[in-house]
């Protein structure tokens, strides 16, 4: 099976293998290597190898160096339109960056791994997953919430100096929120990577209650108790927001499936009763008064708006600023990798400022022509994505891929990936997309011919 996306010479190509060669065997096992160690790498960074913080910071580089070794030699490298474009731009922005401001070799290095190479692994997952085992993976992901859950609440109960709210390196604390609380971090170096969790965990809760024999009902229902908790407990707004994107999603199910949509009633009967429970506890309340006052005094400040249009108005302002950007960095731009944490400590810098959003580090860093480039490549993947879920979706009645996307494909639009916890959720979620649509089916039998009762 190809799914194809329209008016496109090449698929983004997710076809079933009739069987697994030794090298993809191999390759799901570093997939589920590269899994775990995203959700875990940074408790590492924070509290057990604290020495170690910075090399752990690409721990999943040489694995997926493995992965794309392995996938060449055992010929099912990434052919396709969006993998050949990449690779053509990796030379650009290699070429570009020997003329630019602020370079090295080392720091030209991270910024190809940051901007090309970590991609690569979205279209490699559909090629040895396929949607029994994203499936699977979501039911790792409901049992590691439990764990990660109650880390986050343990943090929002602990002061802002305790260790259990250090961050990586082991000297710090983690950024601050309403009423004396940190944001939480998890197992994760930073807020961000809670964030991009839950959104994946909603995913996995809402296609379990509209597809009830996805996962057991007990898992189910912890799960949706963890993301109720860690939204509360959070203390971050982001959180709040990553889950209701992927809600977003489910007026495309309405649209194109309104049959299923009628499960969606079951969801939030259990989300209600859930909730009314959870809201007997001290903490879940403590973490509801906190939630709400960071939403009064974030609300608004600079723009006079609420919630609802902040986020209009934030997102309007990531789409406004490459045209600004444009005019004002270099032609060639300062550098690939020089607008990272890690490029810039490369170079001796500290941390340069190129903006706030992600949109602006690519230009700031590769000029306005292969920055602007690179940005309308990363625009055509997420349209690309978005059609073959919905074709998934309108054709098989298939709702995971799309909720799967409400997490992952803001990541792949305008996710700031400088940040490596942010890289590996926007590739590895966006490979689960691709790889949920290959949906394995029994071969049709062809009936056996009816013997002669006679001999003539």
């Known amino acids: 099976m190809a799914l194809t996306t329209a008016k496109y010479n090449q698929p983004?190509?997710?076809?079933?293998?009739?069987?697994?060669?030794?090298?993809?065997?191999?390759?799901?096992?570093?997939?589920?290597?590269?899994?775990f160690l995203l959700l875990f790498e940074g408790a590492f960074r924070k509290w057990f190898m604290t020495g170690f913080s910075t090399p752990l910071l690409v721990i999943r580089d040489p694995f997926l160096l493995g992965i794309l070794f392995l996938s060449y030699n055992g010929g099912f490298f990434p052919q396709n339109k969006y993998a050949q474009r990449l690779f053509g731009l990796a030379i650009a922005f290699a070429a570009a960056s020997v003329l630019a401001q602020f370079s090295n070799a080392l720091?030209?290095?991270?910024?190809?791994?940051?901007?090309?190479?970590?991609?690569?692994?979205?279209?490699?997952?559909?090629?040895?997953?396929?949607?029994?085992?994203?499936?699977?993976?979501?039911?790792?992901?409901?049992?590691?919430?439990?764990?990660?859950?109650?880390?986050?609440?343990?943090?929002?109960?602990?002061?802002?100096?305790?260790?259990?709210?250090?961050?990586?390196?082991?000297?710090?604390?983690?950024?601050?929120?309403?009423?004396?609380?940190?944001?939480?971090?998890?197992?994760?170096?930073?807020?961000?990577?809670?964030?991009?969790?839950?959104?994946?965990?909603?995913?996995?809760?809402?296609?379990?209650?509209?597809?009830?024999?996805?996962?057991?009902?007990?898992?189910?229902?912890?799960?949706?108790?963890?993301?109720?908790?860690?939204?509360?407990?959070?203390?971050?707004?982001?959180?709040?927001?990553?889950?209701?994107?992927?809600?977003?999603?489910?007026?495309?199910?309405?649209?194109?499936?309104?049959?299923?949509?009628?499960?969606?009633?079951?969801?939030?009967?259990?989300?209600?009763?859930?909730?009314?429970?959870?809201?007997?506890?001290q903490l879940f309340q403590e973490?509801?008064?906190?939630?709400?006052?960071?939403?009064?005094?974030?609300?608004?400040?600079?723009?006079?708006?609420?919630?609802?249009?902040?986020?209009?108005?934030?997102?309007?302002?990531?789409?406004?600023?490459?045209?600004?950007?444009?005019?004002?960095?270099?032609?060639?731009?300062?550098?690939?990798?020089?607008?990272?944490?890690?490029?810039g400590a490369l170079l001796e810098l500290g941390t340069l400022a190129m903006g706030e959003s992600e949109w602006q580090r690519n230009i700031y860093e590769s000029g306005p022509i292969i920055g602007n480039l690179y940005i309308l490549w990363r625009i055509g993947l997420f349209i690309a994505i978005l059609k073959i879920t919905l074709k998934a979706l309108r054709n098989e009645g298939n709702t995971l891929p799309l909720l799967l996307f409400g997490a992952a494909g803001p990541l792949v639009l305008m996710g700031q990936i400088g940040q490596p916890t942010t890289l590996g959720f926007a590739t590895f979620g966006a490979g689960l997309c691709l790889a949920a649509t290959r949906i394995e089916r029994p071969p049709k039998t062809i009936p056996a011919a009816r013997l002669p009762t006679e001999v003539h």
């Open 287 to 343: 973490g509801l008064e906190n939630i709400s006052l960071r939403f009064e005094e974030a609300s608004g400040m600079g723009t006079g708006a609420g919630p609802i249009q902040e986020y209009f108005i934030r997102n309007y302002e990531i789409a406004k600023a490459p045209f600004t950007a444009s005019f004002e960095a270099p032609l060639f731009g300062y550098g690939l990798g020089a607008g990272t944490n890690a490029g």
């Open 107 to 281: 720091t030209i290095l991270y910024g190809l791994r940051t901007n090309c190479l970590h991609f690569m692994l979205i279209f490699i997952i559909p090629k040895v997953f396929t949607h029994r085992d994203v499936v699977l993976v979501g039911k790792w992901w409901f049992v590691c919430a439990i764990p990660i859950s109650i880390v986050v609440a343990q943090q929002f109960m602990a002061p802002p100096e305790d260790v259990i709210n250090t961050v990586a390196g082991g000297k710090g604390s983690q950024m601050m929120s309403s009423g004396d609380k940190v944001r939480a971090s998890g197992t994760f170096s930073f807020v961000s990577g809670i964030m991009y969790y839950y959104a994946f965990i909603a995913a996995f809760i809402i296609y379990g209650f509209v597809h009830r024999k996805a996962f057991p009902l007990t898992l189910l229902v912890i799960a949706t108790i963890c993301c109720l908790l860690v939204m509360a407990t959070a203390a971050s707004r982001s959180v709040v927001g990553a889950v209701a994107q992927v809600l977003v999603c489910l007026g495309f199910l309405a649209f194109y499936r309104p049959r299923l949509y009628s499960k969606f009633f079951s969801f939030l009967s259990v989300v209600v009763i859930l909730f009314f429970i959870l809201s007997q506890s």
């Open 12 to 35: 983004v190509d997710v076809r079933l293998a009739e069987t697994l060669s030794s090298e993809q065997v191999v390759v799901r096992r570093l997939i589920w290597c590269y899994f």
